[in-house]
């Protein structure tokens, strides 16, 4: 690459190239900053700026426009390549020093002339100060270039706040990216520095226009940067107006609320707000909000006002106000981080519960707790080390893959451990995290006679929105799980995958599975499991397929029966209590003379008569254990009806 004329094209196919590979190759970006390529970049950006310079003092325009153009692409070139080595790589960016401001300062003119090359530079600028101080300040510090007309006091920032104030309203792209690296410069204190020195340019005031609306929104994200430090709270307020302008904007402008929420929190700026009746009627009406969001700032922001400050208390001694933000902070609660269905587990040897923490912060300690005592069963601390209840001793494991997993293992499984399980994640400065998982026993039995068709079915316990199913089968438990067929939700409906040619998956319209199998084989036994992909939340069911020989002995069957024969006999018993007792009560009022008759005259007693039946029925089932008997020592195949 660095061999090759800017002409070639072939540079151009190995610049993309290279481009790819360091914005997704983190070893690619090291090893290019210990090879010094970015250092020939940035030697690359100075010579192009001499080679402007030398071509500008040549008296043929045309020529000149030509060989401009030229400079300017290879520049744009090297400043994409730099752009892609430093993306989310701080050994890139510590090894550029300052040398890269100095290039582009001086090169800043020449920029200024060409709208693709200078949304390049910008963007290259956004992602070296993203969460990088040292450039930050770098871009803030004084950039004396020899030879240049610029002042000694000035820096690039002052060059792209001039940029930002300045620019045409036609050239909306070099404006965001002007705004967005401003935004990351006033995260640092050397950037809130120059803001607060140059207020018209980079400070807290826009000026409204009736065609502003674009550049009101950019002001706004900007000003939002500029309130998370004390310093830069204090700017915003020096400017005359602009807690009333914020105050205006709140309502309708959700930065401008989050402004003036993270300006309560400042004890300088409290005697400001509350004195300002809008700003205070602004926080009041956003308890009432029907967007959580909303109501929660409103009652962060008037809980802050009104911590350690008396003379909040007596301006805000409304019983209502507190009242509203305690149901602010409970409906918060309840409602604005939604509990999701806990994730389930099968109890299983050696079984995993997972609990990683989604964000990045210093790890504090985990804990698990089990219901429904919730006593804890471990805790990890990185300086005091883990600790275990008594039932759990040597068989919980920390697995800590990552810095903030609190992941465990459990061994000696028993169902004693099924149970619904608490996991807490504590880190500075995000708090805590908290997840759910019910250990469940999921294993269903499904018993089929071996040739015959059956058909398992994928049952689901919660309405979730579905996006994938997947079946799979085991032969044995130590064997790995085999995809035998999926189901997908595309634009025309379901879409159901087989691989595997035993049995015929069927997939209904919400992602129902069932797979058919005829002639039931033994290797056709094993454990089934599905599982659904949803919202983010995996929910597991595990079938065990029983394959019994035909004609064999089914005891479950012949329980079945026997149930029934004892309910149809309990029936009949009360049948008869019932029949007795009524017929009793119906002698005891007869008062009627009754002619006695010869007995071969009398009609048959109804009592008698199911008495004989209910005797009958009792020596036909006693001969079901002698039936049962014979099955068993296999004299005889019996069919169900026999």
């Known amino acids: 690459f660095e061999k090759m004329t800017f002409q070639d094209p072939l540079k151009r196919l190995t610049a993309r190239a290279l481009m790819t590979l360091l914005a ?31 071509e500008s003092a040549r008296p043929d325009k045309a020529l000149h426009r030509k060989k ?82 610029a002042s000694l ?58 065609a502003a609306g674009a550049c009101l ?24 107006g602009a807690l009333e302008l914020l105050a205006d904007l709140a309502p309708h402008r959700r930065p401008a609320l989050l402004v003036l929420h993270n300006l309560c929190f400042c004890p300088a700026n409290k005697p400001h707000i509350i004195a300002n009746d809008k700003a205070i009627k602004v926080l009041l009406c956003c308890l009432d909000s029907k967007v959580m969001e909303t109501c929660c700032m409103g009652a962060s922001g008037l809980w802050a006002l009104l911590h350690n ?34 994730v389930t587990v099968r109890l299983e040897e050696g079984m995993v519960l997972e609990c990683l923490c989604p964000w990045q912060g210093t790890f504090t300690m985990a804990s698990w707790t089990k219901e429904p005592n919730k006593d804890p069963i471990a805790i990890f601390h990185p300086e005091h080390g883990m600790e275990f209840s008594h039932h759990y001793q040597d068989r919980v494991e920390f697995l800590r893959r990552t810095p903030t997993d609190g992941s465990i293992s459990l061994r000696n499984v028993t169902h004693q451990d099924i149970g619904l399980y608490h996991c807490s994640i504590q880190t500075y400065p995000q708090g805590s995290w908290k997840k759910s998982l019910q250990v469940e026993d999921l294993v269903t039995e499904l018993v089929a006679e071996q040739h015959s068709n059956t058909t398992l079915v994928c049952d689901r316990q919660r309405n979730d929105t579905v996006h994938k199913v997947t079946l799979e089968r085991r032969l044995h438990d130590n064997q790995p799980w085999d995809l035998i067929g999926a189901c997908r939700k595309i634009e025309g409906g379901p879409l159901a995958q087989n691989y595997s040619d035993r049995g015929r998956l069927s997939c209904t319209d919400t992602l129902g ?16 499991r599905c599982t659904w992909s949803t919202d983010g939340v995996l929910q597991t069911t595990i079938t065990l397929l029983k394959v019994l020989p035909a004609g064999g002995f089914n005891l479950s069957a012949y329980l079945m029966y026997i149930y029934c024969g004892a309910g149809v006999v309990g029936f009949i018993v009360l049948v008869i209590l019932i029949v007795l007792a009524a017929t009793h009560k119906k002698r ?55």
């Open 153 to 210: 006091g000035s820096s690039l920032m002052h060059s792209v706040m001039k940029l930002a104030s300045g620019v045409a309203p036609d050239n909306s792209g070099i404006q965001k990216l002007a705004f967005s690296l401003l935004a990351n410069l006033a995260l640092s204190r050397d950037g809130r520095g120059l803001l607060q020195k140059r207020p018209n340019q980079g400070g807290a005031k826009p000026r409204l226009q009736p």
């Open 588 to 642: 005891g009022n007869r008062v009627e003379y009754r002619v006695k008759l010869h007995s071969s005259q009398r009609p048959v007693s109804l009592t008698l008569f199911i008495i004989s039946t209910l005797a009958f029925t009792l020596d036909a089932f006693a001969a079901l254990p002698y039936l049962l008997f014979r099955s068993a020592f296999n004299y005889k195949s019996i069919p169900l009806y026999s």
């Open 309 to 342: 400050n008396q003379r909040a208390r007596t301006s805000l001694k409304c019983p209502t106000i507190r009242l509203g933000i305690k149901e602010a902070q409970a409906r918060f609660k309840r409602v604005a981080v939604p509990q999701k269905s806990p």
């Open 513 to 528: 599975v069932s797979l058919h199998l005829t002639d039931v084989q033994q290797q056709d036994a094993g454990l089934y």
């Open 24 to 54: 997704c190759s983190p070893a690619a970006q090291s090893h290019a900053a210990k090879a010094g390529f970015i250092d020939s970049c940035v030697e690359q950006l100075k010579q192009s700026h001499s080679q402007l310079n030398l």
């Open 68 to 149: 401009e153009e030229s400079c300017l692409k290879e520049v744009k070139l090297m400043v994409e390549m730099l752009r892609s080595a430093l993306y989310c790589s701080d050994e890139c960016k510590v090894s550029l020093n300052a040398r890269l401001t100095l290039a582009l300062y001086t090169l800043w003119p020449w920029l200024l002339l060409d709208d693709p090359t200078m949304e390049a530079v910008l963007e290259l600028l956004c992602v070296y100060t993203a969460s990088f101080t040292t450039g930050c300040s770098a871009l803030c510090g004084p950039c004396p270039a020899s030879g240049s007309k």
């Open 217 to 240: 929104g950019l002001w706004l994200k900007l000003l939002v940067n500029l309130s998370f430090a004390e310093d830069g709270q204090q700017s915003i307020l020096r400017v005359s």
